[in-house]
């Protein structure tokens, strides 16, 4: 990560018109300015654009709002740099409010279209992985190795050592490994579910192979059962056939006699109809006889009808024709009224208009007598609209210029209050200040008593270490006597054994080096042997009592160090007591540098606002529009006083409008007062001679002449109606004697017919019923044969049950055969799959067990501290003139035996070895300092890292004129392994030894702001 460019607004100490930071020229640079004035929230910006972090209070969970400068609501970060090719840009930002509002972009540069694209992702939290995916590297790392941030130098030495093993693995990139563990073991996992998925499905085929041979004996017993009980069933089937056969020819006689039944029903029915039916023609005939016998009574009866029908049509005829001509004496009536009525109406009209206009010249010449009044007041009023229109654009204007002037007024109040609050945050911060700085005797108090205290438990420790150490070569004596002592044991068990060998005598060769053996020699091998015997004898005896004389001495060292155990427990307490202490001194040393910046700041504060010279601009703002209102004499009672008679001469208008209507009435109406006179003449000429409808009542005389002519009598008519009604029926007397004559020979006949059929259906009936009574006697042997089909279907359908299940069964084992067949065909391909996955599943855990923290990324670790420590060595010799060393221990032998990981620093220079914390405030800079470059190298070199920068922010105020000439000089060294190296610090001497720096200057007004000196 190679800075290009930073912007920022309302960061810390910076406001909102901060010019952009462009690195692209810079190489080594130094950050120069006065302490408080904002040379770390340069460095605080970065950190927070990319991780969202920075330096924040003890509780803080984000520091956000502490980031925020005093009296801003909002503040953004923009960040642009190079990442191996590609160039980047993070816009963070963060609005106050209730929990606080933040915002995070991610963008990338593209070529092609010469402009950034965004990679922001749906949340930041999303976006916020996405930006340490491609620095692979957090927020902790990068100030533990590229950042050493401002009093955090120690930052690295002073975490445990399995933080510090966790730091460098991220420098090492070493998280790649656990990603390729985590997939190491769920290969694992999942080639073990396979092993066991294949184990338990061979189990599975070999306990169904067990089963091959008795399914296929089921197979063969199944196939005979079938075989037997089909041959059964046809045998039933061929009894059925002959039963079926005779059921048959009893079924056709039963439904002959069916017929039969039918039949019988049938000529039943016939004949009862056909009686039925002779009863009625009976009755006819002799209805037709007693017609027949009145016919001449009938027809001289009927001619009389005859004549009064004829003589009732005529009436009728006149009726409707005097019915007719009153209608139209009717319609003619009601024209003439029409007419007469409209004639009326219209004259009524015009008389009404002519009382309208005679009431309208009366009404108007009231209204014309004003006509100078109201011509004079509608003059005053357009005059004085005139002036209102003037002086609204005045008050248009003077509206305008007040607005303006009220805001720059409340932004002069805002700047005011801008101004008090960041003087009483400066306040808040003097009192905090002013209370840590007050603790700063108490911190050196305790420091040089945890000082004291732990110059003791040294001392104790260092005994302890001297009694460790003997103990240890107490143990390591015991442990070779005891070897030595096995080593002549096991020599004398070899010389007893040679010696029973020669003193047996049965051997004529050496059993040392196989030359012959005679007795001389044989006496002289056994007089050596005894006497290494003897010699080994005694050695053993002076070992035991060197072992026993070294294990007393141990009990009583053991006894020694127990004793003085409960107080090296303490060390770790003190050590870290006396590193809190300074830490709290050096906390308040720098609480005071910033109280004393604190009270300048409030000092300038209050100048400027009992002077009043804070924004200067708005206040000349104010002054012109002050003026301008002031040029402007609009005065508005003046305006307000001319609206008021506005709205008393506004009726004056209505009033003109009224009077121009009357004068236009007066004038119409006069004009059409003779038209009228005349219309109301014409009219009453008209109703005096009856001169309305002249054809309606011409039409009337003639309807009412037709209706004398016409000689309707109504009493006759009425008497001819009264005669038809006595003989109505005599006209159904002629009709059935009209019948009679015609139809009484063929009705004669057709008795006779049906006569002969009604005998001819009893003597069928006769027949039918003989049949019938035959077949229901001959009907009982149906129930012998329904009862012995039953039997033999019920037979059947057991015997075919046996065989659909004897089917089934053996349809399952045939099933079960083939497929015991196909598992057979499949084992051996099983059978490889889990050997297969065995062997993968050995694979995968030992790759497992490798890529783990104890596997490959130990080793790369342990083949990473020598590069560490020989670059550290060789900036701390320049530091330190070849006094000082640092040694880094990745393994720690236990008390108990063994040893543990870890990852010890210890430094050695003339006076020995001694822990870290035993080193002054410039010793222990160098030494953190030699640490952190060596660690950022580290980061700058390893391949799949991703930054190539150093940041150093202060930390040199403990060095002396050597000190800091060693200090540049180590920086020169490693500038060309950086492509950017930024040094903060605040002292004249050292700032001038670099080739371009930043300066920074905290302005009270407008915050701060830098610029770049080459």
Not at 390 to 415: F, P, S
Not at 679 to 687: G, S
Request: contains cysteine; negative net charge.
């Amino acid at each position: 990560m190679i800075p290009v460019r930073l912007s920022l607004k309302n960061f810390l100490s910076y406001g909102e018109e901060v010019p952009p930071l462009d690195f692209t020229a810079l190489h080594v640079v130094c950050l120069s300015g006065d302490n408080g004035h904002g040379k770390s929230a340069l460095l605080d910006a970065m950190t927070w654009a990319i991780w969202g972090e920075a330096r924040k209070a003890a509780g803080d969970r984000k520091p956000d709002e502490r980031l925020l400068r005093m009296g801003a609501t909002d503040m953004a970060v923009e960040f642009e740099f190079d990442l191996e090719g590609d160039r980047y840009r993070i816009l963070r930002q963060y609005r106050a409010g209730r929990g606080g509002k933040s915002a995070l972009e991610l963008q990338i540069y593209s070529a092609e279209s010469e402009g950034y694209h965004s990679l922001t992702q749906p949340s930041i939290t999303a976006t916020q992985r996405r930006i340490i995916d491609a620095l692979r590297m957090d927020y902790t790392t990068f100030i533990n190795s590229v950042f050493i941030m401002q009093g955090r130098a120690d930052e690295f030495t002073n975490r445990s050592a399995r933080e510090r093993k966790k730091i460098l693995a991220d420098i090492l990139g070493l998280w790649r490994y656990d990603e390729l563990m985590e997939r190491a073991r769920q290969n694992a996992t999942i080639a073990e579910k396979s092993v066991a998925d294949h184990d338990w499905h061979l189990q599975q085929i070999d306990e169904a192979l067990e089963e091959q041979d008795a399914c296929l004996q089921s197979i063969s017993t199944l196939q005979t059962t079938i075989q037997d009980l089909s041959g059964q069933i046809e045998k039933i089937d061929q009894d059925v056939n002959d039963w079926q056969l005779k059921q048959a020819e009893h079924e056709t006689a039963r439904l002959q006699w069916a017929e039969w039944q039918k039949a019988f029903t049938d000529r039943q029915k016939e004949q009862k109809e056909l009686e039925g039916q002779l009863d009625r023609q009976r009755k006819q005939m002799a209805v037709y006889q007693d017609a027949l016998a009145e016919r001449d009574t009938i027809e001289q009866a009927y001619q009389a009808y005859q004549a009064l029908v004829q003589e009732q049509e005529t009436f009728n005829e006149k009726l409707q024709l005097l019915r007719q001509l009153e209608s139209q004496r009717a319609q003619l009536d009601r024209e003439v009224n029409n007419a007469r009525h409209e004639v009326k109406s219209r004259q009524q009209v015009w008389m009404t208009r002519k009382e309208s206009i005679e009431q309208t010249v009366e009404e108007t010449r009231a209204l014309l007598d004003q006509d100078g009044v109201i011509g004079k007041g509608y003059q005053d009023l357009h005059r004085a609209r005139q002036a209102d229109e003037n002086w609204d654009k005045k008050r248009l204007r003077y509206d305008e210029l007040d607005q303006q002037l009220r805001a720059r007024q409340d932004k002069l109040v805002q700047a005011s209050t801008a101004l008090q609050s960041e003087m009483g945050g400066y306040k808040l911060r003097i009192k905090e200040l002013e209370a840590r700085t007050a603790m700063i005797d108490q911190h050196q108090s305790q420091a040089n008593t945890f000082g004291e205290k732990l110059d003791q438990l040294r001392q104790i420790e260092q005994r302890q270490q001297e009694i460790s150490e003997h103990g240890r070569t107490l143990n390591s004596h015991m442990e070779v006597l005891k070897d030595k002592i096995k080593l002549f044991e096991k020599e004398d068990e070899d010389h007893h054994a040679t010696l029973k060998v020669l003193r047996r005598g049965t051997d004529s060769h050496c059993p040392l080096c196989d030359a012959d053996l005679d007795d001389r020699r044989r006496e002289t091998i056994e007089l050596n042997l005894g006497e290494n015997l003897h010699q080994h004898a005694v050695e053993i005896q002076k070992m035991h009592r060197g072992i026993k004389i070294a294990d007393d001495e141990k009990k009583q060292l053991t006894i020694l160090y127990k004793e003085q155990r409960p107080q090296i427990s303490e060390l770790q307490d003190v050590q870290q007591a006396l590193v809190t202490a300074e830490n709290a001194i050096q906390n308040a040393r720098q609480d005071a540098q910033d109280l004393r910046a604190c009270k300048e700041q409030t000092t300038a504060l209050q100048t400027r606002l009992d002077t009043s010279t804070f924004a200067p601009e708005l206040r000349q703002q104010i002054e012109i529009l002050q003026t301008e209102k002031h040029t402007l004499r609009y005065d508005p009672e003046r305006h307000q006083v001319l609206k008021n008679k506005i709205r008393e001469l506004q009726h004056f208008e209505s009033d003109k409008v009224r009077l121009d209507d009357a004068q236009k009435r007066q004038e119409q109406a006069t004009a059409s007062l003779p038209e009228i006179h005349e219309k109301l003449t014409a009219y009453e000429t008209q109703l005096a001679d009856h001169s309305y409808a002249p054809k309606a009542c011409a039409a009337l005389k003639d309807v009412e002449q037709r209706i004398e002519t016409l000689d309707y009598k109504e009493s006759r008519h009425q008497d001819v109606q009264h005669r038809l009604r006595k003989i109505k029926d005599i006209a159904d007397k002629k009709d059935q004697l009209d019948q009679a004559v015609r139809q009484y020979d063929t009705a004669k006949t057709a008795l006779t017919e049906r006569e002969m059929r009604v005998q001819t259906l009893r003597d069928e009936l006769h027949r039918l019923s003989d049949r019938i009574k035959s077949f229901e006697e001959n009907a009982k042997e149906v129930d012998g044969i329904d009862r012995e089909l039953k039997s033999l279907r019920e037979n059947r359908q057991a015997l075919q049950k046996d065989v659909d299940q004897a089917n089934r069964r053996l349809g399952a084992e045939q099933q079960k055969a083939d497929r015991l067949k196909t598992m057979a065909a499949t084992r051996p391909e099983i059978k490889a799959l889990q050997q297969q996955a065995a062997k993968d599943q050995q694979v995968y855990e030992k790759l497992t067990v490798a890529f783990s923290k104890d596997g490959i990324p130990a080793l790369i670790i342990e083949n990473a501290i020598p590069e560490i420590e020989e670059e550290a060595n060789r900036i701390l010799s320049q530091l330190t003139g070849n006094r000082t060393q640092i040694t880094i221990e990745p393994l720690r032998n236990l008390k108990t035996g063994g040893t543990k990981e870890t990852l010890d620093i210890h430094i050695s220079d003339e006076l020995g070895t001694r822990p870290y914390e035993m080193f002054s405030g410039g010793e222990a800079f160098r030494i953190n300092f030699a640490l952190r470059i060596a660690l950022s190298k580290l980061l700058a070199h390893r391949a799949g890292t991703r930054l190539r920068s150093l940041i150093i922010d202060e930390g040199f105020g403990t060095q002396d004129s050597q000190g800091l000439e060693y200090l540049v000089e180590a920086l020169q060294s490693i500038q060309d392994d950086f492509e950017k190296i930024i040094v903060v610090t605040h002292l004249e001497r050292l700032k001038n030894a670099f080739p371009a720096r930043i300066e920074v200057i905290k302005h009270p007004d407008i915050g701060s702001l830098y610029e770049v000196v080459t």
